[in-house]
């Protein structure tokens, strides 16, 4: 795969990013691709490993090594590497129905279990991916391809983040009739609204969606499964239903002061942001602004990060990201070995631009907020902080995190943003369909399975997994169709 020897002739060259100083100016993507010839450089990258752990998408240690999708990295490379653009497509697409959203926001698990990047860097494999479909859609081959044969079956798909996207493109490719319904005013779960421009144009989302369309499947929005249509309806007028509503409801941070103004979940705020800048460029005013205010972020996470990144934008005075855990290490440790996911520090995009603006960086590391205080309008003027430290809890014998007395410090706080993660499913949904869920109140179904207590319901994505990745909820959907496909059938090709 690749050429024998093109790890050592050439180095490793990613897309390159606009300016920290420069991008903030704009919510637009900011990676300059490279050349068609150097991208042929990168996959010549490839060696004949002999393993190829980049695609296994296996559990080692409780996280995942390799893609999940089980894409066929070395083969795509090897194509890109000899300028067979048209069957590196092809192969892409076997297994991802999605990586022009893949290329561009997932964490690139393929990556950290290269070979290459046992001793040295990695294949630059997820850029190769966006470069692969991005030549697909210039040069006609991503274009739509309907089913030639309906099987006269109907399928509802309840959310149309990744996961049930995925379901649907996957059922319709096998010609069921396939209809998505969506909450909110346009389409795409989280790609729309939880992740932001910058990572993920618009445009981009829509262009695929368009393409759905014309392959037949229908698209119903402004409709709240459980509130504007009764579960029951769609469990009479469709042969199955899968629940794709991910894991939406936020985990709160239960502080004296809470109550107080300027206080939002970050999923709101990130909403808010990205729905102002489609309906209006963000003229409207329609959006939760941090222009002049000291804000907090409260959550280490790629969520946080957004909000970072966001709150630049808008032009914030200060921003603080608080993080409960310590700093991971910058290397692996030696309990951290490859082909192990690393769990190493990363400085993200917004952390880079909080350097570049503010001249530090903006996270602090084993801390969290004691107290919100509040001015005479109850709006959040101020928060407390304190340091915390592992302890043994002598109860149940588990580590936690715990305050150290005397630790707190006291902050200036006009916006605080809550990226603390999600606690899983919204239960009117699942009350309406009377399907069980787990403790994690995530819908339960048998191990490796997506078939719920309910006949013909069937559940997908972070609503079934608990909160993830991207390329995890295609993962789940797919799978999930297969097992539909297979009770609608009686067999599945999926």
Same mark, same amino acid.
């Given at each position: 795969?690749?050429?024998?020897?093109?790890?050592?002739?050439?180095? *490793? #060259?990613?897309?390159?990013?606009?300016?920290?100083?420069?991008?903030?100016?704009?919510?637009?993507?900011?990676?300059?691709?490279?050349?068609?010839?150097?991208?042929?450089?990168?996959?010549?990258?490839?060696?004949?490993?002999?393993?190829?752990?980049?695609?296994?998408?296996?559990?080692?240690?409780?996280?995942?090594?390799?893609?999940?999708?089980?894409?066929?990295?070395?083969?795509?490379?090897?194509?890109?590497?000899?300028?067979?653009?048209?069957?590196?497509?092809?192969?892409?697409?076997?297994?991802?129905?999605?990586?022009?959203?893949?290329?561009?926001?997932?964490?690139?698990?393929?990556?950290?279990?290269?070979?290459?990047?046992?001793?040295?860097?990695?294949?630059?494999?997820?850029?190769?991916?966006?470069?692969?479909?991005?030549?697909?859609?210039?040069?006609?081959?991503?274009? &739509?391809?309907?089913?030639?044969?309906?099987?006269?079956?109907?399928?509802?798909?309840?959310?149309?983040?990744?996961?049930?996207?995925?379901? &649907?493109?996957?059922?319709?490719?096998?010609?069921?009739?396939?209809?998505?319904?969506? *909450?909110?005013?346009?389409?795409?779960?989280?790609?729309?609204?939880?992740?932001?421009?910058?990572?993920?144009?618009?445009? /981009?989302?829509?262009?695929?969606?368009?393409?759905? #369309?014309?392959?037949?499947?229908?698209?119903?929005?402004?409709?709240?499964?459980?509130?504007? /249509?009764?579960?029951?309806?769609?469990?009479?007028?469709?042969?199955?239903? /899968?629940? &794709?509503?991910?894991?939406?409801?936020?985990?709160?941070?239960?502080?004296?002061?809470?109550?107080?103004? =300027?206080?939002?979940?970050?999923?709101?705020?990130?909403?808010?942001?990205?729905?102002?800048?489609?309906?209006?460029?963000?003229?409207?005013?329609?959006?939760?602004?941090?222009?002049?205010?000291?804000?907090?972020?409260?959550?280490?996470?790629?969520?946080?990060?957004?909000?970072?990144?966001?709150?630049?934008?808008?032009?914030?005075?200060?921003? /603080?990201?608080?993080?409960?855990?310590?700093?991971?290490?910058?290397?692996?440790? #030696?309990?951290?070995?490859?082909?192990?996911?690393?769990?190493?520090?990363?400085?993200?995009?917004?952390?880079?631009?909080?350097?570049?603006?503010?001249?530090?960086?903006?996270?602090?590391?084993?801390?969290?907020?004691?107290?919100?205080?509040?001015?005479?309008? =109850?709006?959040?003027?101020?928060?407390?902080?304190?340091?915390?430290?592992?302890?043994?809890?002598?109860?149940?014998?588990?580590?936690?995190?715990?305050?150290?007395?005397?630790?707190?410090?006291?902050?200036?706080?006009?916006?605080?943003?809550?990226?603390?993660?999600?606690? =899983?499913?919204?239960?009117?949904?699942?009350?309406?369909?009377?399907?069980?869920?787990?403790?994690?109140?995530?819908? &339960?179904?048998?191990?490796? *399975?997506?078939?719920?207590?309910?006949?013909?319901?069937?559940?997908?994505?972070?609503?079934?997994?608990?909160?993830?990745?991207?390329?995890?909820?295609?993962?789940?959907?797919?799978?999930?169709? *297969?097992?539909?496909?297979?009770?609608?059938?009686?067999?599945?090709?999926?």
């Amino acid at each position: 795969m690749g050429k024998p020897t093109g790890f050592l002739d050439y180095q *490793r #060259e990613d897309a390159k990013a606009e300016s920290p100083k420069e991008r903030i100016k704009h919510f637009n993507e900011f990676h300059v691709p490279l050349s068609k010839e150097e991208q042929q450089k990168q996959g010549a990258r490839c060696m004949d490993c002999g393993v190829p752990f980049c695609q296994s998408g296996q559990i080692l240690n409780g996280m995942a090594s390799g893609c999940p999708l089980n894409n066929l990295v070395p083969e795509w490379n090897d194509l890109i590497y000899t300028g067979n653009w048209d069957q590196a497509y092809l192969r892409l697409k076997k297994t991802n129905p999605f990586p022009e959203f893949t290329g561009r926001v997932c964490p690139a698990l393929c990556e950290n279990a290269c070979t290459c990047g046992l001793d040295g860097n990695p294949v630059s494999s997820k850029q190769n991916e966006l470069s692969i479909i991005e030549y697909g859609y210039a040069n006609g081959l991503a274009k &739509a391809h309907p089913p030639k044969f309906r099987t006269g079956k109907k399928v509802a798909v309840v959310g149309s983040g990744p996961a049930g996207l995925s379901a &649907a493109n996957s059922l319709n490719k096998r010609g069921h009739e396939v209809t998505v319904y969506e *909450r909110s005013d346009r389409f795409g779960g989280l790609l729309m609204y939880g992740i932001p421009n910058m990572k993920l144009e618009k445009e /981009i989302v829509e262009r695929k969606l368009k393409i759905m #369309e014309e392959e037949g499947i229908h698209f119903i929005a402004n409709t709240d499964v459980g509130k504007d /249509i009764k579960a029951e309806q769609l469990k009479k007028e469709y042969d199955a239903v /899968i629940l &794709a509503c991910g894991s939406s409801h936020p985990r709160n941070i239960e502080a004296p002061g809470r109550e107080a103004k =300027g206080i939002y979940f970050a999923v709101d705020f990130l909403k808010a942001t990205t729905k102002s800048l489609l309906d209006s460029g963000l003229k409207d005013r329609k959006y939760i602004s941090a222009k002049g205010k000291n804000v907090i972020v409260i959550g280490g996470g790629d969520t946080g990060n957004d909000c970072v990144g966001t709150s630049i934008r808008h032009g914030c005075k200060s921003v /603080i990201q608080l993080e409960m855990m310590p700093k991971l290490p910058d290397e692996r440790a #030696e309990n951290n070995p490859w082909p192990e996911w690393p769990r190493i520090c990363k400085t993200d995009y917004g952390q880079e631009e909080a350097i570049a603006v503010f001249g530090h960086d903006p996270r602090l590391y084993t801390t969290t907020v004691k107290e919100f205080k509040m001015n005479k309008k =109850g709006e959040v003027c101020k928060a407390v902080l304190v340091s915390l430290e592992s302890k043994k809890d002598e109860k149940t014998g588990r580590m936690a995190m715990v305050p150290i007395a005397g630790s707190e410090k006291e902050v200036p706080a006009d916006l605080v943003l809550i990226a603390a993660g999600f606690l =899983g499913s919204e239960s009117y949904v699942t009350d309406a369909f009377g399907v069980k869920v787990n403790e994690r109140t995530n819908v &339960a179904t048998e191990p490796n *399975r997506f078939a719920t207590n309910v006949k013909n319901v069937f559940t997908a994505g972070d609503m079934h997994r608990g909160q993830s990745l991207v390329v995890w909820a295609i993962r789940e959907g797919r799978d999930a169709a *297969r097992e539909v496909d297979k009770k609608l059938m009686g067999y599945s090709n999926l």
